[in-house]
């Protein structure tokens, strides 16, 4: 499944470092509120825990990519098929 959306990761922040867990808000009292009624959390956390649930359900990890000024994220499904009696995933 492809997912794009218009614009850029918000501010000074690279791709890079959005992996590795730092966020940048565009928000601030949007993202506030969110927080105090327990609809956001873990700053920063959202790309780590997307690969950590791809990895539990045996998926390929998505793919990041920004692309001019938009932001893309590429979910790849699990493909089952049965070679010598052993399940193999492929993208």
Known sequence: ??????????????????????????????ARTLEKVHVLEGWGSGFQRINTMCQEYGVALPEFTEIGDMFRVNFYRRQNSEIGGKIENRR
């Not at 959306?5 to 966020?23: C, D, I, K, V």
């Open 1 to 30: 499944m492809e997912i794009s959306s218009p614009g850029t990761l918000y501010g000074t922040l690279t791709l890079e470092e959005a992996l590795s867990g730092r966020s940048s808000v565009r928000n601030k009292t949007l």
